[in-house]
């Protein structure tokens, strides 16, 4: 595992902030990994002279998902805290937010996607919330996901646990592109269609457009995070759905 889980570096005469994350294969969103995206992103907030941030990731993988580690009981509450600290600095950051994935996008890894503003995705990408499957539920998934794709088609993700393809998200309006090299689109849609334009104007029309939105996602946030962190996690089938997955058999739910 490398020391370092972030890379962090000025693009575009120092008009993009490219984050990378540097944890192959996996890119577990663990406590390292939330300190260092937060930390990249806190750095570069008042820099007038950026006009957006690409957040990538080094490997075949987006990310497998957050650590399963930190869901048991003992760390369950400082993880969400930290996890979803990260989504509402995505959320409320003052440019926009370009994600490019390839590969498995899962769990609180699609949660960080989610929170930014535009997805480019690889052909092969796939993204899902499995938290179901665990005995869990996706807080900010479920806030999220009926933002981006309505609520029909995030019930459909979050009630089952599925992955999507590429194709299909995108069809789900999960997705805003999917090419060969989703770096590379997400690079020519910076130059395309952001790097020109006045970083104030940018600022002003990010606000705008995602302000409603990141109001009604915070604010439900707070809500799910004491349910999955106080209520579900005490839950029998919690702690069995994440043993379970550590023993690496099937789930034996009590249903409480």
Not at 88 to 111: H, S, T
Not at 197 to 203: E, F
Request: net charge negative; aromatic share 6%.
């Amino acid at each position: 595992m490398t020391d370092t889980p972030l890379e962090v570096r000025l693009d575009r005469g120092a008009k993009l902030l490219r984050l990378r994350l540097n944890r192959p294969k996996a890119n577990i969103v663990d406590a390292q990994m939330i300190a260092a995206l937060s930390q990249g992103l806190d750095a570069h907030a008042e820099d007038r002279n950026l006009s957006a941030v690409l957040l990538e990731h080094a490997g075949p993988h987006f990310s497998f998902g957050a650590s399963i580690e930190e869901h048991f009981p003992d760390q369950m509450t400082g993880m969400l805290a930290v996890l979803h600290g990260l989504i509402k600095r995505m959320l409320d950051f003052p440019r926009p937010i370009l994600v490019a994935v390839r590969g498995q996008c899962l769990g609180g890894g699609m949660e960080v996607a989610l929170a930014g503003s535009l997805i480019f995705a690889a052909e092969d990408a796939r993204f899902g919330q499995p938290e179901i499957k665990l005995g869990f539920f996706a807080p900010a998934a479920s806030c999220l996901l009926p933002e981006r794709i309505g609520q029909g088609a995030a019930d459909d993700l979050l009630f089952s646990g599925r992955s999507v393809s590429a194709p299909e998200a995108m069809r789900l309006g999960l997705v805003n592109s999917v090419a060969e090299d989703p770096v590379a689109a997400a690079l020519a849609y910076f130059d395309e269609h952001l790097a020109t334009h006045s970083t104030n104007a940018l600022r002003f029309a990010v606000k705008a457009a995602r302000g409603a939105m990141t109001r009604r996602v915070m604010e439900r946030l707070d809500e799910l995070e004491k349910v999955c962190g106080q209520d579900l996690i005490n839950s029998d089938d919690a702690l069995e759905g994440l043993l379970a997955f550590q023993e690496k058999r099937p789930p034996r739910w009590k249903n409480r």
